[in-house]
Structures are given as C-alpha cells and as structure tokens.
C-alpha cells in the first residue's frame, strides 16, 4: 500500500500536500481547519519584522481569467505579506505546532534586506517550535517596490547573503522561494545553494495584469480607479512552474537541491507531474481558495490510488524518473518519424482536425473522399506535429504513429533510419560536431 509521508529538507509530513504561504495560511483558525482536511502541512503566511504592520488595500485584490465555461484557469492577486501583528502570529504559529506536531509547519519571513533585521526576527521565529523557514524572494508586488521580494530575489548575490545570514543565525531549515521573473532560473538556485539553502521552492507569482475594462477604460481589478500588476498563479502558470523545476533538476549545479514545486497545482495529476520532475513535496494556494481545503482529500486519493496501480509504496519510487527525458531541442532525434492517425469508428465528422491543419498547419488532412464527406490523414504531407490530436473533441480518436526503421517517409521519400541523429551533427548545421 502507497505510504505519502515525506521527508523534505529535514521536515516530515504524512503527504507531501503543503498549502503555500497566502491568505489561506494567514490565521491559526484557517491552518487548523486545513490540518483537520488532510494537509502534510503549511506554510505560514509571509511575516514581517515587529512595528507597524503592513497595510494592505481596502478593495478589489484578486482578478481572474476565466474559460469560456466559467472555470477559473489563472488567478492574479495585489495582497501583500501578512497585515497581521506580528506577536499574534507568532504565538498562533506556536498554538498550531504544539497542537499538531506531526505536521510540517513552515513559516515564511520577507524583511528588509540588511544583517541585523534578519538576525533580529529568525530567532523569535525559531522559538514557536515550527519546523523551518521559508526566505519569500518572489513577491511581485508591492514588497518589491519597497526593496523586498522580486528585488531580492532577481539578484542572486543578495539571495545568497540572506541565506548565509539565516544558516547563521538560525538552526531551522531554510527553504528560498525563488521568483519566475528572471531570465534563467537556474542562477538564483545556484546562489540560493551557495548560500547554504536546505531546499527551494518555485514559483512564485508571475508579473501579469488581468485585463481592461471596455467601458471605464481603467485596468482591472482596480482600486478608485487604478491599478498595479499583479502576481500571476493558477493552472495556467503550470507549464512555466514545470519547465522552471525541471530546468534546476537537471542543473549539474543544483541537482539534488530539494525541491517543493507550487504552481497551478489542482489535482494529484498535476502534483505527480511535479514529483516525476523532480519535487520532494508540492504547495497549493489558488486550488483551495477555489474549491475549499476538502480538495486535499480527492489529491491524496488519486496519488494513492496511482501508486498502488503502479506498485510504488513511496513518492521516491517515481521522483526525480522523469528528468533524464528532459533535454535541448538540440539533441532531439531528427530521424525520429511520426505519422497521424484518424481512427474512422471514432470519427464524429466534425472537421476540426481538417480546419486547424488547412488553414494552419500542413494541409495534411482531407475533407471528402468519392465526394462523401470523410477525414483523414495524407501521409505525404503530415510531418506528425500534432495539432490534430490536440483540437480533436473525441479522446484517442487521432493519434501518432512512430514509422520503424526501414519505413519510407512518404513526405520526404526517404527511408526512415535506426541511427541518432540530432542537430549538433546533422549536416545542414554550419557549427555541427565532427
């Protein structure tokens, strides 16, 4: 039987189902009820030095983009870190742990980026009892502009000094959340390891603005009338959450670097996505703000159920095997074919495929044959991209065919090769390998 306890970064929960710090996070009373659905564990929403407390706006914060059947595919929000006291806090954050030690509690700390506010609050933090700390260099908004967050985080010699204080000066694990709003991921990670980082957790949210409303002409959301880009999450962020974990991963710099993956995270699906790239544990916010904590339950059902189909008793059976597949365009197999496929008994006539592929693609479908209206593929035009398989409503009704070794592409005539050929030495490359 599946066992989902996780052991990550020195930190034990019994899933590895963490809600990421945001306003769900935010108070003792919405972390209990978290753990009482099934949470591993939380991450405590974004606390500041002592002082004055951070002013959030009094309005509109959260925009969304929405599909046409009104599910919520991309979520943009203006809050800032927690606008609660910072003694309140920690006491709750002391409450909570006591009542629940077995799972993981980690705060989240963005202060201003000198020595001693740092070496001021990490020990306050490290006295509640909870089991690490996360560094919040990925704020977009607001925390930024103030010299905190993004403006940390996209410079990787200040992520690498606020780690080296926070192993200094604390004995929790430190986890750095690394913003997506920098060109290469892989240079905060490698400053965030040489800072002393235990792990990191990517992404946070992504610089966006939701939209503009056609009638009063101002961005929205908008507060008297004005707005500010906003941090970007949702499903829709999936792909570059993905592509950003799986580029770490990989890195000869930063592989074996634990991982919390957190991106557009809605279902076991997406959460085994993470794990097989890589992620010791994943990190949900917009899927519970949406569906309520209760979502926790059918995401450790699925990823149980998926385990003991495949016979894996823990998520170390299956992290990490889906890296060696990740590559560079530049090594991808060029003598590799593949042919669509329209499965006839499927067909419901729609033309879609014909549509997409005429007027978009490689004219490799057909309309009508014997003047009956008919699709299917033209073998000699098709070069396998896809699109087809894509715009097709009928699940499996198009698919791809690898063409074997021996097999005459009949779009180019040639016979189809068993050897590796990619574009570091095919001959059409000036710079290719000898």
């Keep these: 039987m599946a066992n989902l306890h996780t052991h990550f970064a020195g930190i034990s929960s019994p899933n590895p189902f963490w809600l990421a710090s945001a306003p769900p996070t935010d108070k003792a009373v919405n972390v209990i009820r978290a753990f009482e659905a099934g949470w591993g564990g939380v991450v405590w929403k974004t606390l500041g030095e002592a002082g004055p407390a951070v002013v959030n706006v009094n309005g509109p914060r959260y925009g969304g983009l929405m599909s046409p059947d009104r599910r919520l595919t991309g ?7 927690t ?18 030690p077995d799972r993981a509690v980690v705060v989240s ?7 001693e506010a740092w070496k001021a609050i990490l020990p306050r933090v490290e006295d509640t009892g909870c089991d690490g700390i996360e560094l919040n260099f990925g704020c977009p908004h607001g925390m930024s502009e103030r010299g905190m967050g ?3 985080g996209q410079v990787p010699e200040y992520i690498q000094m606020v780690t080296a204080w926070c192993k200094q000066y604390s004995k929790l694990p430190v986890i750095v959340k690394l913003t997506p709003n920098i060109t290469d991921i892989r240079l905060p990670a490698r ?20 939209g503009v409303d056609p009638y009063s002409l101002s961005m929205v959301p908008s507060t008297g009338g004005k707005g500010s880009h906003g941090g970007y999450c949702g499903p829709a962020v999936k792909p570059i959450a993905l592509n950003m974990v799986a580029e770490i991963a990989r890195d000869p710099a930063t592989a074996g670097l634990p991982i919390s993956g957190i991106g557009g995270i809605s279902t076991w699906r997406d959460a085994f996505d993470f794990i097989a790239l890589g992620a010791g544990n994943v990190q949900v916010c ?4 949406v569906y309520g904590f209760k979502i926790v339950q059918e995401m450790i059902d699925g990823l149980s159920n998926y385990m003991d189909e495949m016979g ?32 006839q008994d499927k067909c419901i006539e729609c033309g879609r495929c014909h549509i997409a592929c005429e007027d978009t693609s490689h004219q490799a479908i057909m309309a009508t044959k014997d003047g009956q209206r008919h699709f299917e593929v033209k073998e000699e035009e098709c070069v396998g991209c896809n699109l087809c398989t894509l715009v097709c409503p009928v699940p499996e009704c198009i698919t791809l065919r690898n063409l074997a070794p021996g097999e005459v592409d009949l779009r180019t005539g040639k016979t189809v090769s068993a050897e590796h050929l990619d574009w570091t030495m095919h001959p059409n490359n000036p710079a290719r390998a000898a």
């Design 83 to 100: 606008d609660r006291d910072l003694e309140v806090n920690l006491r709750e954050i002391k409450e909570v742990k006591r009542a629940w």
């Design 109 to 115: 700390l963005m202060v201003p980026c000198n020595e």
């Design 312 to 343: 894996f008793t823990s998520i170390e059976d299956f992290r990490g095997r889906a890296i060696p597949t990740v590559s560079d365009w530049k090594y991808l197999n060029l003598n590799h074919i593949t042919k669509a496929v329209i499965d």
């Design 286 to 289: 917009t899927a519970a703000m």
């Design 191 to 210: 400053a965030a390891k040489a800072g002393g980082a235990d792990a990191i957790s990517l992404i946070n949210t992504i610089n966006s603005i939701m």
């Design 150 to 152: 993004a403006a940390v």
């Design 75 to 81: 979520f943009n929000n203006i809050e800032l870190i």
